[in-house]
């Protein structure tokens, strides 16, 4: 006799796509048992709720907010694997020493829409003078109820960062940010350098030269340059690309690693161990990356010039039917980038006979859509 046993198919693995809705989340959330948790804080622009969960006793405040960019979810995702971890035995010390309120998805609508942006088209993150959307309003009641000592800001950046002047990409990139137009060295910022040193130090053993660092022109609109004009520490963490590693389980890990090793720092009140020399260490992040390189193709005589046989394909993405799609666009010809996926055209059935042109380009991206390089 056969038994059919019903599978539950909720959202078991968050990985399964870049695509990160909130009820995708709250399923996970609910799965876990762990809906009970949470509180709303607010409401977005198209009245979704904002949910946040306080845990912990100790003295040491610590305020995190992810998704405020709705197509940035990967950090989203460490900040739940962080919350299951402060679910295990191994997190009580941390839990004496430090009380958190965590915000995992910011920007609701944003995550629903898969867009950087809020309901309203507004850079959540460029809004702190402002004060213009509900959301942003919200994080900054939560800032001024909750008295945090520290913020984490969680964010994704594209594939198109280098860690410096390479052509390896940025896994993870943090910044410090700054707290006035002379980018001063306040407490502040000098105490999240420091969390930021201690967490690449971590991070060597598995991405050693794969960790970047943002450009710190103050903007007092960005939340993180405002809390730390505030005078609180506040480290701006950005999620980024792993070769081969579309999904971010890579960058997923080096955030939930990350914000282990900067509460462990704190809780053992080890900050000062680390020295803000070893902050201007960590390579800048360059723009020399592209997702796709085609080599070797032909020159032409009609607009772009033989030397430039070379073209760069970028992703872009786009929320269709419930899923990511990954879209190939025309980046440019220039010579100077880095492909993290090569195709020599010598080697490849169509693109060999082909030219270099810009009536080529459409050609050449849809091919490109068929190969499915991100899977
Ligand atoms: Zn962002």
Redesign the pocket.
């Known amino acids: 006799m056969f038994v059919f046993t019903f599978v539950h198919m909720k959202t078991r693995n968050l990985n399964h796509n870049r695509l990160l809705t909130p009820s995708m989340l709250y399923d996970y959330i609910e799965d876990k048992d762990l809906m009970s948790c949470l509180r709303t804080f607010g409401t977005s622009a198209e009245k979704r709720p904002i949910y946040g969960y306080v845990v912990g006793e100790g003295k040491n405040r610590i305020l995190m907010w992810s998704q ?2 709705g197509n ?1 979810s990967t950090t989203t995702k460490s900040l739940v694997d962080f919350w299951g971890y402060l679910n295990t035995g191994q997190a009580e010390f941390i839990l004496k020493e430090c009380t958190f309120l965590m915000i995992p998805q910011l920007n609701p609508d944003g995550s629903e829409a898969y867009t ?1 942006l809020n309901a309203n088209k507004i850079d959540l ?1 460029r809004d702190f003078i402002d004060l213009s959307q509900p959301e942003s309003r919200l994080l900054k009641e939560v800032f001024d109820d909750f008295k945090p000592d520290y913020c984490f800001n969680l ?3 594209r594939t198109i960062f280098s860690a410096g002047n390479t052509s390896i990409p940025a896994t993870i990139s943090f910044l410090a940010p700054s707290a006035d137009p002379e980018r001063s060295l306040t407490p502040a910022r000098e105490m999240a350098m420091k969390l930021i040193v201690a967490a690449k130090n971590k991070l060597q053993s598995y991405l050693s030269n794969a960790i970047g660092r943002y450009d710190d022109a103050f903007n007092i609109n960005c939340a993180g340059d405002y809390f730390t004009y505030q005078g609180t520490p506040t480290v701006l963490f ?1 999620a980024g690309h792993y070769p081969g590693d579309y999904k971010r389980t890579k960058s997923r890990k080096a955030v939930f690693d990350s914000i282990i090793q900067m509460c462990e720092i704190i809780s053992l009140k080890k900050i000062h161990s680390f020295s803000i020399a070893d902050y201007s260490e960590i390579p800048k992040n360059h723009k020399n990356l592209r997702d796709i390189e085609i080599f070797n193709l032909k020159g032409t005589s009609k607009g772009i010039s033989s030397s430039k046989n070379k073209v760069f394909i970028q992703y872009k993405e786009e929320k269709k039917e419930g899923k990511v799609l990954w879209l190939p666009c025309f980046d440019s010809f220039n010579a100077e980038h880095v492909g993290l996926n090569k195709i020599n055209a010598k080697n490849h059935p169509y693109l060999k006979d082909i030219s270099v042109n810009f009536d080529e380009i459409k050609n050449i991206t849809k091919m490109i859509s068929l190969l499915s390089l991100h899977q």
């Open positions: 405020m960019h940035e950087r993150n964010h994704g950046q950005e």
